[in-house]
């Protein structure tokens, strides 16, 4: 299977950062990754598909990057409705495996 | 609107089986794969495994851990998803979240576009 390590597992950032999520896979994925964001008690969201393609009506302060093993999910000016767990996702082959999370928290 | 309504978690006993729904709205469900994903107290989401569309011939992935006691249908004239889950463990006690799988054109291949909210399945004796 392939491990999917995301870094930080958590952080703490005030509105207006810049954040950096970091997703690593064990084996190459070529671009076959997805970000998904999760607020407590609702359902997740889909934000990102083949590294770097917005999902519909995602807002663009959201971006993905990345190729092969490397992959990163950038928000660029933080808001309070982003403080969330996010989710690096790979279907490169199954099983699909997801990274262990990343908590965005209010500094 | 694109939405998905997960059905029939609740408290099972060990050993016992359990059948989740998925009903969705929105969209043309027999146009889309759907997927089912978990997530345990505590711990990170967990892909369970999925099904094609009839036109790719209602065929079905899944994780290995879990094939042979978990299976995923479809009934397209109910536009209902389902997950049939046979002898299970407190290992099994989880949020399960159904998934429209949409197909990249591109890459030729599957990606999740939209979940639900989940349903909460507890194994406990």
């Known amino acids: 299977d392939i491990q999917m390590t995301q870094s930080p597992s958590s952080l703490s950032a005030s509105v207006g950062d810049r954040v950096i999520i970091t997703c690593r896979a064990s084996?190459?994925?070529?671009?076959?990754l997805a970000w998904f964001q999760q607020k407590p008690g609702k359902a997740p969201k889909s934000l990102i598909y083949?590294?770097?393609s917005l999902q519909s009506g995602v807002p663009s302060k959201f971006s993905g990057s990345g190729s092969g093993t490397d992959f990163t999910l950038t928000i660029s000016s933080l808001q309070p409705e982003d403080f969330a767990t996010y989710y690096c996702?790979?279907?490169?082959?199954?099983?699909?495996?997801f990274g262990q999370g990343t908590k965005v928290e209010i500094k | 609107e694109v939405q998905l309504v997960e059905s029939g978690g609740g408290l099972v006993q060990p050993g016992r089986s359990l059948r989740l729904s998925c009903t969705p709205s929105?969209?043309?469900?027999?146009?889309?794969?759907m997927s089912w994903v978990r997530r345990a107290p505590g711990k990170g989401l967990e892909w369970v495994g999925f099904?094609?569309?009839?036109?790719?011939?209602?065929?079905?992935e899944y994780a290995a851990s879990l094939k042979g006691r978990f299976t995923i249908s479809r009934d397209d004239s109910k536009s209902i998803a389902y997950l049939q889950m046979n002898s299970l463990q407190s290992e099994d006690t989880a949020v399960y979240f159904c998934?429209?799988?949409?197909?990249?054109?591109?890459?030729?291949?599957?990606?999740?576009?939209?979940w639900g909210q989940g349903t909460l399945v507890t194994v406990s004796s």
């Open positions: 929105g969209f043309t469900f027999g146009d889309y794969a």
């Open positions: 998934i429209r799988v949409q197909f990249d054109w591109l890459l030729s291949t599957f990606y999740f576009d939209y």
């Open positions: 083949a590294a770097s």
């Open positions: 084996q190459a994925i070529s671009n076959y």
């Open positions: 099904i094609r569309s009839k036109a790719y011939g209602e065929t079905t």
């Open positions: 996702q790979q279907y490169n082959s199954y099983p699909w495996t």
